[in-house]
């Protein structure tokens, strides 16, 4: 009798393991897939973000964006030309603090502009000698210096330096605001519509700070 009992509890303790080993397998199981469908989501939901961020990316610019960027890279680099020229001519701490701020904000636009260009397949202004031939050939721009204008500044040191360097930039910063605008209501790329917005913060911004050192050089 108590061996026929033993081997009877014997029996039914192996056929509990074997019961909640099984259970312990389904909930497993059932735990995997429930893992495997959330990460299936997951990994379909990045996939997605993925392709929008990537067509967001390479396609999305329209004639405009063509425009603002081929239109705006000599325009930046006719403010660096100004800028620079700020070096050796101006006394003012003032001004020379606004020029390297437009050097430091400009240029690195530039080369962004031209990355977008190269991108789209479309020509780039170039710099240099090509730089002077392109800002004369984009003169119509609001705000484009003639080459008197840059030349007769190249010519003025200390207080008239100054006045003629914040009078010209004030007009100069006025014509970019008014392209950026442009950009902003007609362009469809995302990264050049945001440069606009940017450009035209900053301009603004600049424009009310020359204004005021024009008032106190006048005053």
Same mark, same amino acid.
């Given at each position: 009798?108590?061996?026929?009992?033993?081997?009877?509890?014997?029996?039914?303790?192996?056929?509990?393991?074997?019961?909640?080993?099984?259970? #312990?397998? /389904?909930?497993?199981?059932?735990?995997?897939?429930?893992?495997?469908?959330?990460?299936?989501?997951?990994?379909?939901?990045?996939?997605?973000?993925?392709?929008?961020?990537?067509?967001?990316?390479?396609?999305?610019?329209?004639?405009?964006?063509?425009?603002?960027?081929?239109?705006?890279?000599?325009?930046?680099?006719?403010?660096?030309?100004?800028?620079?020229?700020?070096?050796?001519?101006?006394?003012?701490?003032? /001004?020379?603090?606004?020029?390297?701020?437009?050097?430091?904000?400009?240029?690195?636009?530039?080369?962004?502009?031209?990355?977008?260009?190269?991108?789209?397949?479309?020509?780039?202004?170039? =710099?240099?000698?090509?730089?002077?031939?392109?800002? =004369?050939?984009?003169?119509?721009?609001?705000?484009?210096?003639?080459?008197?204008?840059?030349?007769?500044?190249?010519?003025?040191?200390?207080?008239?330096?100054?006045?003629?360097?914040? #009078?010209?930039?004030?007009?100069?910063?006025?014509?970019? /605001?008014?392209?950026?605008?442009?950009?902003? =209501?007609?362009?469809?790329?995302?990264?050049?519509?945001?440069?606009?917005?940017?450009?035209? #913060?900053?301009?603004?911004?600049?424009?009310?700070?020359?204004?005021?050192?024009?008032?106190?050089?006048?005053?």
């Amino acid at each position: 009798m108590n061996s026929t009992y033993g081997i009877r509890n014997l029996t039914r303790r192996a056929a509990l393991v074997v019961a909640a080993g099984a259970a #312990t397998f /389904v909930l497993a199981a059932c735990g995997g897939d429930g893992g495997d469908k959330s990460g299936s989501g997951h990994d379909a939901h990045a996939s997605a973000s993925e392709s929008a961020g990537a067509e967001a990316t390479s396609g999305a610019h329209n004639a405009q964006d063509v425009s603002f960027a081929q239109g705006m890279i000599p325009h930046h680099r006719q403010a660096l030309e100004m800028a620079r020229l700020a070096e050796g001519r101006t006394t003012s701490g003032a /001004v020379k603090d606004l020029a390297a701020r437009i050097e430091k904000a400009q240029d690195p636009e530039i080369k962004t502009m031209t990355g977008w260009l190269k991108a789209w397949g479309e020509d780039a202004p170039g =710099s240099g000698k090509d730089m002077d031939h392109s800002a =004369s050939g984009h003169s119509g721009m609001p705000g484009m210096m003639g080459g008197e204008d840059m030349a007769g500044l190249e010519k003025l040191t200390g207080r008239a330096f100054d006045t003629q360097f914040l #009078t010209l930039m004030v007009e100069h910063h006025e014509g970019a /605001v008014k392209m950026a605008d442009v950009e902003k =209501s007609k362009g469809r790329y995302g990264p050049a519509k945001a440069m606009a917005g940017d450009i035209v #913060t900053a301009q603004n911004a600049e424009i009310g700070e020359m204004n005021k050192l024009l008032g106190k050089s006048r005053g």
